[in-house]
C-alpha cells in the first residue's frame, strides 16, 4: 500500500468526508475498514428515503458506485443527493462516489433498484416539468415544495411557478424551501409534463393563463377533507385526464363524488430532518411566557377552525389537567392571515371562554415559525394530538410520525396510510357543521368524523403514565 492510500484511509477514519474516487486500486487497499457498497444502477432511488434507510448499518464508509450515468451526471447529482440528506439529518457518513462504470467487481455488488424501494417517485423518466403551485406556509404550500425540491434532487429538469395567496413566506434556512426556490429560476425550452398544484376550481384559469407554455400532458393536485368533493369541484376536476391525490381516502372520495379522471395516489414527500436536544431549546408562548421543560407536554399545529379539532383537544386536556397537574398543552395556531390582530384576537378570545388554563397549563403559539422552530416544537414537545374531523393527509401529523413521537390522532382520512391503529381515536361519521364561517365549500351534504372525547382522553392518559 503506499503513502498516498495509507494517508487515505487514515483520512477516512478520522473524518467525515465524501470522496470521489479514480481507480480500483484505492478502494481495494481499504479492506482494513468496514465497507457497505452498492451499485446505482438507477438513480431516482438513491434519494432520502433510501439512504435513511441505507445508512442504518456500523459501517464505517459507504461505498456508492455508477453502473448508469456519464461520469460528471454521477458526480454532480449523486454529491448533490448526499450533501441534501446529510444536511438534512444534520450528519456526515464517509462516503466514496466512485464515477467510473468499469468497477471490475460489480457484478459481485447488491443493485440499488434490488435494494431499495422508490415508492415515492411520481415521475420517473421525464425531465422537464412545469410545475404549477403554491408557495408559503400553508398545507398546500408545504406539500408544493417538498415535491419541487424531490424533483431537482432526483435530477428532474423542473420549473416552478409559485403562486401567492397569502403574506407567508418561505423559509431561506431550510434546505428544502432553498432547493425548491431554485426551480423558480429554471429555464426550460419545452415542457413534456404540467402539474397544476392547486384547488380544481383554480385549473381552468390557470390551464388558459400558461397555456402558451403548458405540455400536451397536464395532472391536476389536490386534496379534499369530508366524504363528498363540492359539486362545483367535480366538473374542474373531470377537465383533465388524470389527477393526483395523497391518501387512500382521497381516491374513494373522488370516484363516490363523480370523478371519472384517472386517479393516481400520489403520496407527499418525507424529507428527513433531526430533532434537537430538549435541554438546547428555550420555548416561549405568544405571550412571553417561558414554557416549561419538565412536564409532559402535548401539542398540536394548525389553523384555528372545527375541522382542526384544537377546542376538542383543550377539552381532553382539561380534563386530564384535573388529576394530573404535571402535564401541559402547547399549540401553534394561526386563523387566516398570520399576525393580523382580527385574527390574533379571535384565537385568543375563543380559547378563553374555553377554559380557565390559558397561560397556566395551555400555552399558544400565534406567529409565524421558521421551519426550524418548528423541528425545535416536535423536539421540545412529548405527545402531538389531532383530534381533527377530516385530513386528506395530515403533513402535521406526518412530520411528528416521522419524528417518531407518540402520536393521537382521529381514525379517519389520509393518516390511515402510514398511523398504526392504535394511535388512532375512535370516531362516528355524521354531518360537516361548524364551517359556516371560514368556508362555503364545506356543507351539510358532507359528512366527516367527529372523535370519541372519552377514547381520547383514556389515549392521552395512556402515554402520560408510560
Avoid at 218 to 230: A, H, M, S
Avoid at 290 to 302: M, Q, R
Avoid at 431 to 451: D, H, L, N, R
Amino acid at each position: 500500500m503506499n503513502e498516498i492510500e495509507t494517508d487515505l484511509i487514515k483520512f477516512i477514519k478520522n473524518e467525515n468526508c465524501i470522496i470521489i474516487a479514480n481507480d480500483d486500486k484505492i478502494v481495494s487497499n481499504l479492506d482494513i475498514l468496514e465497507i457497505k457498497t452498492i451499485l446505482i444502477d438507477d438513480i431516482n432511488f438513491l434519494n432520502s428515503k433510501f439512504l435513511s434507510k441505507f445508512f442504518t448499518s456500523s459501517k464505517n464508509v459507504y461505498f456508492f458506485i455508477n453502473n448508469i450515468m456519464d461520469e460528471k451526471s454521477f458526480n454532480s447529482i449523486s454529491t448533490h443527493s448526499l450533501l441534501s440528506y446529510f444536511n438534512a439529518i444534520n450528519q456526515i457518513y464517509n462516503s466514496i462516489l466512485y464515477h467510473k462504470r468499469d468497477f471490475k467487481h460489480k457484478k459481485f455488488l447488491k443493485k440499488v433498484s434490488k435494494y431499495g424501494d422508490v415508492n415515492n417517485v411520481c415521475i420517473e423518466d421525464i425531465n422537464n416539468i412545469l410545475y404549477i403551485g403554491q408557495t408559503g406556509t400553508s398545507g398546500y404550500a408545504s406539500a408544493t415544495k417538498g415535491y419541487v425540491a424531490d424533483y431537482v434532487m432526483r435530477g428532474n429538469n423542473i420549473k416552478w411557478i409559485p403562486l401567492k395567496f397569502d403574506d407567508s413566506k418561505n423559509d431561506n434556512n431550510y434546505y428544502v424551501d432553498l432547493v425548491a426556490d431554485s426551480a423558480t429560476r429554471k429555464e426550460v425550452d419545452k415542457f413534456d409534463f404540467s402539474i397544476l398544484h392547486t384547488t380544481p376550481d383554480l385549473w381552468r384559469s390557470y390551464k388558459n393563463k400558461y397555456k402558451k407554455i403548458l405540455s400536451e400532458k397536464i395532472v391536476g393536485y389536490t386534496v379534499w377533507e369530508t366524504n363528498l368533493l363540492p359539486k362545483k369541484w367535480v366538473e374542474n376536476i373531470n377537465l383533465l385526464d388524470e389527477v393526483w391525490v395523497p391518501s387512500k381516502f382521497n381516491e374513494e372520495v373522488f370516484l363516490d363524488s363523480g370523478v371519472r379522471s384517472k386517479l393516481k395516489i400520489v403520496p407527499h414527500v418525507y424529507h428527513p430532518e433531526n430533532l434537537i436536544d430538549k435541554n438546547k431549546i428555550k420555548l416561549f408562548d405568544y405571550f412571553g411566557n417561558e414554557i416549561p421543560n419538565d412536564k409532559y407536554t402535548f401539542y398540536s399545529i394548525g389553523e384555528y377552525h372545527t375541522r382542526k379539532g384544537i377546542d376538542d383537544t383543550i377539552k381532553v386536556f382539561d380534563r386530564l389537567y384535573e388529576s394530573n397537574k404535571n402535564i401541559q398543552l402547547v399549540l401553534k395556531l394561526h386563523f387566516r392571515n398570520h399576525g393580523e390582530i382580527e385574527n390574533v384576537l379571535y384565537i385568543i378570545n375563543s380559547i378563553k371562554k374555553l377554559t380557565n388554563n390559558l397561560n397556566k397549563s395551555i400555552y399558544i403559539i400565534l406567529d409565524n415559525l421558521s421551519r426550524n422552530q418548528i423541528v425545535a416544537l416536535h423536539s421540545f414537545c412529548d405527545c402531538y394530538v389531532s383530534l381533527n374531523k377530516g385530513e386528506a393527509f395530515g403533513l402535521t401529523v406526518f412530520d411528528a410520525n416521522n419524528f417518531k413521537k407518540p402520536l393521537i390522532t382521529t381514525k379517519y382520512g389520509g393518516p390511515l396510510d402510514f398511523v398504526d391503529n392504535e394511535k388512532m381515536v375512535n370516531c362516528k361519521i355524521e354531518k360537516v357543521k361548524g364551517m359556516e364561517s371560514f368556508s362555503k365549500i364545506y356543507t351539510e351534504e358532507q359528512s366527516w368524523a367527529y372523535p370519541d372525547l372519552d377514547d381520547a382522553f383514556d389515549k392521552m392518559k395512556l402515554y402520560i403514565n408510560k
